[in-house]
């Protein structure tokens, strides 16, 4: 499989706008927008390639979500009720369908990376997915888009050892709990700690097959990159050295930014960059430099647009500068 083509694809659909979350929800309908146009006009566009995506077959995301909660969705938003949940998951008749292009945007992203026709690739999608669990919707999430891709990596092309790296400022509990006892899949997580959703502590391992697969940082209110450094090099690595996986995924939230109004992190842009060059020395080293990116948090949008900037700059950069 050749994987070593310079591009990078940058999948996104116009429609992930159309997932309404009402007034006063952080979770606006134009972030995904808003990072796509200012990726659209970035110095290295011409680096990459746009893919829109189609809906995920419904039997894909049946592969991390009961069938019930599927129609669950489906009924909820086509009979307009505005909340999934007893908390901030709002809908609206659209939202199914949105969600099913989040989903299709990370397995197409896939399919471009597997298939060897980009480097990687970043899927500048809406809603979010990692709070997502089995059976409920949570924390602005529907399905949870990188589990699925994950399976999907694993039945549909045959890959074995699948790394999630989730660097969003809240851990994210539905994709440690759908691969809790797992070890094909290593779930890895740096958040802010004691924080939303709660989950998420450096004691939580995994369970049975599973255990030693689940690596979570926990962090206080306040740090910043070095704490991120040392996590990375003292703990991502060494475990990404153990695991050998044979994709990388990202969960990549950009709200552990200074500037974000939902958390109380210290990262700067530039930070990012740091970050996705680090991950992409694992993929390098372990994968032949397969990696997925799909956008998970973000709540301020400027910061997230030049977060995301940071982040493509570096995925899109030739091989010899990175
Ligand atoms: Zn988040």
Known sequence: METNTAATAF??????????????????????????ERIRVSDFAQRL???????????????CHHPDYVRFVEDSCLQGQTLLDAGDTRSCPESYRVALLATGGALLAVDSVVEGRSRNAFSCSRPPGHHARPADAMGFCLFDHIAVAARYAQQKHGLKRILIIDWDVHHGNGTEEIFYEDPSVFYFSIHQYPYYPGT??????????????????????????????????????????????????????????REDPLAG??????????????VMGIADEHCQSRLVSILEGGYNLNALARSAEAHLSVLSRPTQDV
């Not at 706008?17 to 309908?29: I, Y």
């Not at 992190?265 to 680090?278: I, Q, V, W």
């Open 200 to 257: 998420g502590a450096a004691n939580d391992t995994g369970k049975g097959e599973g255990e030693g697969y689940t690596l979570n940082v926990p962090l206080t209110t306040g740090c910043g990159m070095r704490e991120y450094r040392e996590a990375f090099r003292n703990q991502l690595i060494p475990a990404a050295r153990r695991f050998k996986p044979d994709l990388i995924l990202i969960s990549a939230g950009f709200d552990a930014h």
């Open 49 to 63: 390639t746009w893919l829109t995506p189609e809906k995920a077959a419904t039997h894909w995301i049946e592969k």
């Open 11 to 36: 999948v996104y659909h116009p429609d992930f706008e159309l997932h309404d979350t009402g007034l006063f929800h952080p979770e606006t309908a134009n972030r995904a927008k808003t990072v796509f």
């Open 265 to 278: 992190m210290n990262l700067e842009d530039e930070d990012f960059e740091e970050l996705t060059r680090m």
